[in-house]
């Protein structure tokens, strides 16, 4: 075990009403008081359980939604920040040791140094995340977790911004996306009911092949796994349930439909205790984030009309059928999860003490990230409640990619894998659903281009109004 450097940034401020807040003769950092930890798990912590961490829950988003409570939590952090200084701040929660990291830089750390000393492969990961899939690199350690990384790298091509089944998977979005919009024509409207069912028929064909279209069976098993995930701790394990599922998964792998990713992954060497089809699970989890990301950067666009005309643009050119990079969707799908993070809290668990400005934190603890602070009220994020796709693109806003702040897909040698193949994925049916229709939003009047962006965005409420002959 080794002890990491210090941070750079000046010491915390100890609170003018708090002076015990100091280190102590050991060089410990003291953990909040009740009063203040509890102010952090009731604004910070729980809307993200109530909202689901695993699958969301529509009523509890719903609730979110209405009483603002993400953007209270949001400025819980922003008020801890001027209070207490950037450090990160220790709090005590039912005897468990987190870290709140309130700077980017502190945060960069955290991230860049994992798996060592900061493992993504926390207790409360642990615990969700074997109930659907127990050999998944985010829950692995040690040299498991390397050759699983390595493999899943080398699946998902993580580097490339255009997969090796960049054109079939083309081809399915946008066969998927004219079923989709035919509908959409004789109702004239798109609500989240129909776009979530299409979107799976997309990500099934992608992942696991034509056969499994519709297969909707296999989705409903890992919604009622991920269900039972959300309990972390608490929930009762599933087995009989996760064995059928994972059984139905290897399955789609030993019968692998070219251009496919489970081909992908029946050809693709890795050494024994891999897992090379336990890997998939994980990979239609995150897919699932992305459909909320679209139908989010949708209603972004309808309320936006600068940027839907760019958008409209962009899609219209070049072939549509060929595989496009699409930079300026790519930065629409992007600002989505920025603005509503699909994984609100980003965890990593200390395997030795670590070292920083203000003191010493013990081995054990729990580095929170949370990302809607980081990237709207974040002294470094640079433009909080608006809608700015073009920092992700334009030369003059390219440190969109590197300010520390902006961790859409998380970021370091845990970093998603998939980011450039969903990214593909997204902003292929974004300019597929663009090219000949117009959207308005129908619900949510508070998402509009002169008021600034809500905290919260319940998907599941969507729903859009849509004009044919662009």
């Known amino acids: 075990m080794r002890t990491t450097g210090s941070s750079t940034e000046a010491p915390r401020k100890p609170a003018a009403t708090s002076p015990a807040r100091t280190a102590d003769r050991a060089g410990t950092m003291p ?29 509890a988003m719903s609730l979110v939604e209405r009483t603002g409570w993400d953007r209270r939590g949001v400025e819980r952090m922003r008020a801890l920040r001027e209070r207490y200084g950037p450090g990160p701040l220790p709090l005590t929660v039912r005897g ?29 990961k642990r615990s969700s995340l074997a109930q659907f899939q127990p050999h998944g690199v985010l829950i692995s350690g040690g040299g498991e977790r390397a050759r699983r990384r390595e493999f899943v790298e080398q699946v998902l091509e993580t580097p490339r911004p255009l997969h090796e089944t960049a054109g079939r998977l083309t081809a399915v979005v946008r066969e998927e996306a004219g079923l989709l919009l035919e ?57 009989r349930l996760r064995s059928a ?70 899609a219209t050119a070049g072939d549509p059928d060929a595989p496009r990079e699409l930079p300026f969707l790519r930065g629409c799908a992007l600002e989505s999860v920025r603005l509503w993070p699909t994984t609100p809290l980003i965890l990593r668990e200390s395997t030795a003490e670590t070292s920083w400005a203000g003191g010493t934190l013990p081995a054990g603890t729990v580095f929170a990230l949370y990302t809607p602070y980081l990237h709207r009220a974040e002294p470094a994020a640079p433009y909080g409640d608006a809608f700015a796709p073009g920092q992700w ?78």
Request: proline share 7%.
């Open 245 to 314: 599922f994972l059984s139905r998964v290897r399955s789609y792998v030993a019968q692998a439909e070219p251009g496919s990713l489970a081909e992908r992954v029946a050809r693709t060497p890795a050494p024994t205790g891999t897992d090379r089809a336990g890997q998939i699970p994980h990979w239609l989890f995150a897919y699932d984030a992305a459909g909320m990301a679209t139908m989010r950067a949708l209603a972004l666009l309808a309320t936006h009309p600068q940027s839907a005309g760019q958008a409209h643009q962009e």
């Open 31 to 59: 953990a909040l008081g009740a009063r203040e930890a509890a102010g952090v798990v009731g604004d910070v912590l729980l809307p993200v359980l109530a909202g689901g961490v695993i699958v969301r829950r529509p009523r």
């Open 183 to 239: 509908g959409a024509e004789r109702s004239g409207q798109l609500r989240w009911e129909e776009f979530d069912a299409a979107w799976w028929r997309i990500v099934r064909r992608v992942v696991l092949g034509d056969a499994a279209r519709d297969d909707t069976a296999l989705t409903a098993q890992l919604g009622a796994l991920r269900s039972a995930a959300n309990w972390s701790l608490a929930g009762p394990r599933r087995r």
């Open 393 to 470: 693109t334009e030369e003059t806003g390219r440190e969109a990619r590197t300010n520390p702040a902006l961790v859409p897909f998380s970021s370091g040698p845990a970093g998603c894998p998939g980011e450039n193949l969903v990214l593909l994925t997204v902003s292929t049916l974004l300019a597929a659903l663009l090219e000949r229709h117009t959207y308005s939003l129908a619900s949510h009047p508070q998402l509009r281009a002169s008021a600034p962006v809500p905290a919260t965005l319940d998907h599941f409420a969507l729903r859009f109004r849509v004009d044919a002959g662009c």
């Open 96 to 124: 468990r040791a987190y870290a709140v990291v309130l700077d980017p830089e502190d945060a960069r750390r955290v991230l860049l140094e994992t798996p060592e000393p900061f493992s993504p492969a926390t207790l409360e």
